[in-house]
């Protein structure tokens, strides 16, 4: 069974620091692996995506994620988080061998930056 | 870019009351559009997938019955919450799958706040 998750509900972190939000998964093939970000009361905002190529994918608003396949690992970076970053975050996965274009998300982490 | 558009945004309606939210895709077409239930501070839940011209794929424990699902062409995708009760008050949020786009991310409605009084 495909599965997602994101170990921490909630990620602290000062303006101007580095962020990382965490996401790992379960696929049975090779994933496509994706992250969106959700302001209140709002859809979901595409961040960025790894289909193939270069582990480190750069995305909007200066984020990246690095897929490390050995770990299944796909987190969530920034170099200096701003307070308008503030936000949840999810990672999201779909197995490449789906023809639905089904997504499996992860519980969400909620990113706070202080000032 | 890819716009999809939910409307409303925001709707009360009484008990036993029936809503419709609709869900476009405007400046692409989608063979794919999926409807999702957000809880507070929650996941989100796939409810149906929705493929035009064709019936929706349900998924496991949610009503086909309660929850009406119309994918009448390549841009537009409703849900009708039938006899709505208060515990069907959620977010519900729509996303669309660009045609032809294998690889491609969902794009995503703003969403729809329904408070069933």
């Known amino acids: 069974a495909q599965s997602v998750a994101q170990p921490e509900d909630q990620v602290n972190v000062a303006e101007g620091n580095p962020l990382t939000v965490k996401c790992t998964y379960s696929v049975s093939g090779n994933p496509y692996l994706f992250w969106y970000v959700q302001y209140p009361n709002r859809g979901l905002q595409f961040l960025l995506k790894?289909?193939?190529?270069?582990?480190l994918v750069k995305g909007s608003y200066g984020f990246e994620a690095e897929f490390n396949k050995s770990q299944t690992s796909f987190h969530l970076k920034k170099p200096s988080a701003l307070v308008s970053d503030s936000a949840l975050y999810f990672c999201?996965?779909?197995?490449?061998?789906?023809?639905?274009?089904?997504?499996?998300f992860g519980q969400g982490t909620t990113l706070q930056v202080k000032p | 870019g890819a716009v999809v558009s939910q409307h409303p945004s925001w709707v009360i309606c009484k008990s036993g009351t029936s809503v419709k939210i609709e869900c476009r895709s405007l400046d692409f077409q989608a063979t794919t559009m999926f409807w999702y239930r957000q809880f507070p501070k929650q996941s989100l839940m796939l409810m149906a997938t929705?493929?035009?011209?064709?019936?929706?794929?349900?998924e496991q424990g949610v009503e086909k019955d309660k929850f009406l699902i119309n994918h009448a062409s390549l841009t537009l995708s409703t849900l009708t919450v039938t006899s709505a009760h208060p515990e069907d008050s959620s977010f519900y949020i729509c996303?669309?799958?660009?045609?032809?786009?294998?690889?491609?991310?969902?794009?995503f409605g703003e969403g729809s706040r329904l408070t069933v009084l």
């Open positions: 790894y289909i193939t190529g270069d582990n």
């Open positions: 929705s493929n035009e011209g064709s019936k929706a794929t349900y």
């Open positions: 996303s669309a799958s660009r045609q032809g786009a294998n690889t491609g991310e969902l794009f």
């Open positions: 999201a996965v779909r197995d490449r061998s789906s023809n639905t274009g089904k997504l499996i």
